[in-house]
């Protein structure tokens, strides 16, 4: 290796330099550098591209890498982790505070909600889905308010958490309520700007019939209790929320029968289980119907 003199290398790239057309002993001077002959040139011009090339081919994979990972990552969220593909769902606790709801057979409506709630709470967490609760204690929040908390969230689920009281007659099971439209609360944000938002807000996508045919499903079939059915209905809750919003009668608190089983807190885990149930059953009924090449009603 030490023998091997540096001058061959030199005298072949002085040969090249030779080979160049300002060096050839063409007798056309002028038209030399117009137009270098393509065969001197080769050499020269091949060590250069095995230079470069790997480099080229570099770039070439780092900008392939950059295309593909923004477009696997967009289209429904479908290749996203789960966690990011889940919608928050905001559970509301009903009433709450100076409001105790349904006052029946030595149990509170407001106390029921909150502890189904936080165990809806668990549920949800349990299966991925990002929960945010409209009241975690015993304090009164403004309808308004708490639809608010999930208009505030860019892709939100809404469910609602009530127990039945009929004074005409001890009715039995469970119902689901959602809003046949939508409203935006008037006193949400207030400008100029904001009245013309308003004017073009796109009407949603689910005003919560599906999603409410998914918890009621899910909860007749977890309690074994009686299927009242699920109803369309203006409450102001699930009306003012803008995504899919069910309402939850979770049972009759003047029915002696089902307040027995509502005041155990197993009943209540189940309760709350079942209506978690339900809400994966809507979240994969929907990422189901957006995938491609879904056929429509299948
Ligand atoms: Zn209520």
Redesign the pocket.
């Known amino acids: 290796m030490k023998s091997k003199p540096p001058a061959p290398k030199r005298s072949s790239e002085a040969s090249d330099l030779a080979d160049l057309p300002l060096f050839a002993p063409k007798p056309a001077a002028p038209a030399a550098p117009a137009s270098p002959e393509p065969k001197p040139a080769g050499p020269s011009r091949w060590r250069k591209l095995a230079t470069w090339l790997p480099l080229f081919g570099l770039v070439l994979l780092l900008a392939g890498v950059a295309l593909l990972v923004p477009t696997g990552l967009d289209e429904q969220g479908i290749f996203l982790p789960p966690n990011r593909t889940l919608p928050t769902v905001v559970v509301d606790a009903?009433?709450g505070g100076h409001d105790s709801?349904?006052l029946r057979n030595g149990l509170r409506?407001k106390d029921l909600a909150l502890d189904t709630a936080l165990r809806l709470e668990r549920q949800l967490r349990a299966r991925g889905f990002p929960v945010v609760l409209t009241r975690r204690d015993d304090t009164f929040v403004e309808l308004f308010e708490r639809a608010q908390v999930a208009n505030a969230i860019p892709r939100a689920l809404f469910v609602s958490i009530?127990?039945n009281d009929n004074t005409a007659a001890a009715g039995d099971g469970v119902e689901t309520f959602y809003a046949t439209d939508k409203i935006v609360p008037n006193n949400e944000g207030w400008s100029i700007t904001g009245m013309f938002e308003r004017r073009h807000e796109p009407p949603p996508a689910d005003n919560g019939f599906a999603f409410a045919q998914c918890v009621q499903g899910a909860v007749v079939v977890g309690l074994d209790i009686t299927d009242r059915g699920v109803k369309a209905r203006d409450l102001a809750v699930v009306r003012y929320a803008r995504c899919a919003a069910v309402l939850v009668e979770g049972g009759f608190l003047n029915n002696p029968r089902e307040a027995k089983k509502l005041a155990q807190p197993a009943y209540r885990e189940r309760l709350a289980t079942a209506i978690a149930e339900g809400v994966a059953a809507y979240e994969r009924e929907r990422m189901d119907s957006a995938r491609p090449g879904k056929i429509a009603g299948s």
């Open positions: 009903g009433h709801g349904a409506e009530h127990f």
